[in-house]
């Protein structure tokens, strides 16, 4: 090729780039126009290959003209690929703008659920009095639920807690907390305690307005030298005075339970009617609010203690009867019902 063609050549590549450069619609478009003119098989690059063609006085001229054909193409690459990015980025803005005076979406947040707050409330009323709050299993032992608590397999009381079994033998969901006071014992044993035990229940049940398969007990438990039944009477006076007002009038009536000796349940003067009788007090001016009583010889010494040096007392009570009388719910099955309108009440 003589340096004439050469140079034909060299102007006819520099219009073929810029047309195809002008073509190019995309960052990406203009790396194939760099391959095509600059790879190692490109246009320019082959030219190169023809300088050998020349001689030795027209080769640094041909040489020069490819170079600077090289730069010029490498400049207008450039240029173009700065173009075309930034139409992008207008073309993206655009499309992706964003329009910051809208309102924001308010972020909801949801609340505590009801039982949750009471429980808490119980938590915060038993640890002043210096109780901890220990949690134990749902899944017991027929042993341990029953047997343990001075309730043999053909004792009547069984009646009252009709039992949901597991396909283990001997194996069932606690149907109170009460097998938490064994589980405590047998691990403290023979240090002093003073606890109080939450935690979910389940009884084969009617489901009704008054009674849920699944409730939530919180159980207490003081067990030492020298603990009286005046040291009971104190503490449930002080929770019901805390939990339904300073003013709360309280009683203790004798009752039965087969884990103690003796037993009683806990009255608060209705808080709806202050006495006067209505519906939800029956007419009676008083409101059932736990069961309690002196931990039986038996159950301490299931529990590892001695009963001739040992004394202990103990309660039960439902955080769900205590809301109901606290807010006014009038049905049981709203706990589990997850209504919201019911639950965002309690926020
Ligand atoms: N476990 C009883 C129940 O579920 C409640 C109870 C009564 C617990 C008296 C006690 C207690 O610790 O002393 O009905």
């Not at 009646?159 to 069932?172: A, D, H, R």
Request: aromatic content about 8%.
């Amino acid at each position: 090729m003589s340096l004439r063609e050469l140079q034909e050549r060299i102007e006819h590549i520099k219009r073929e780039s810029q047309e195809a450069l002008q073509r190019c619609r995309s960052v990406k478009d203009c790396e194939g126009v760099r391959v095509t003119f600059l790879g190692r098989r490109g246009k320019v690059t082959t030219l190169f290959e023809y300088l050998k063609d020349l001689s030795g006085e027209e080769r640094p001229q041909a040489g020069r003209l490819l170079n600077e054909l090289k730069s010029h193409i490498e400049a207008q690459l450039e240029a173009r690929a700065y173009q075309l990015k930034a139409q992008e980025l207008e073309e993206q803005l655009q499309k992706e703008r964003l329009d910051v005076t809208l309102p924001g979406r308010a972020y909801r947040l949801g609340t505590l659920h009801v039982i949750t707050q009471t429980l808490r409330e119980i938590y915060r009323i038993f640890q002043q009095m210096g109780f901890e709050v220990y949690q134990t299993r749902e899944v017991e032992t027929d042993e341990m639920n029953f047997q343990l608590l001075n309730i043999p397999p053909d004792h009547p009381a069984r009646e009252m807690q009709s039992t949901f079994y597991t396909t283990t033998p001997g194996v069932i969901l606690r149907t109170h907390t009460s097998p938490g006071q064994i589980r405590v014992m047998r691990e403290r044993c023979p240090e002093p305690i003073r606890v109080i035990l939450p935690g979910k229940c389940y009884r084969y049940e009617q489901i009704t307005p008054r009674s849920e398969i699944q409730f939530t007990q919180v159980e207490g438990l003081a067990v030492g030298r020298g603990v009286r039944m005046s040291d009971l009477k104190g503490v449930l006076t002080e929770f019901a005075r805390q939990m339904f007002g300073p003013e709360t009038a309280v009683k203790l009536r004798g009752s039965y339970f087969p884990f103690t000796e003796p037993s009683v349940e806990l009255d608060i003067r209705c808080i709806l009617c202050e006495g006067r009788g209505c519906r939800v007090c029956k007419g009676t001016g008083w409101l059932e609010i736990l069961g309690a009583g002196m931990v039986h010889p038996t159950v301490l010494q299931n529990g590892g203690y001695d009963p001739e040096e040992f004394t202990g007392f103990a309660f039960g009570m439902g955080p769900e009867r205590i809301a109901m009388l606290k807010h006014r719910i009038e049905d049981i099955r709203l706990f589990l019902g997850n209504d919201l309108r019911f639950l965002e009440q309690f926020g």
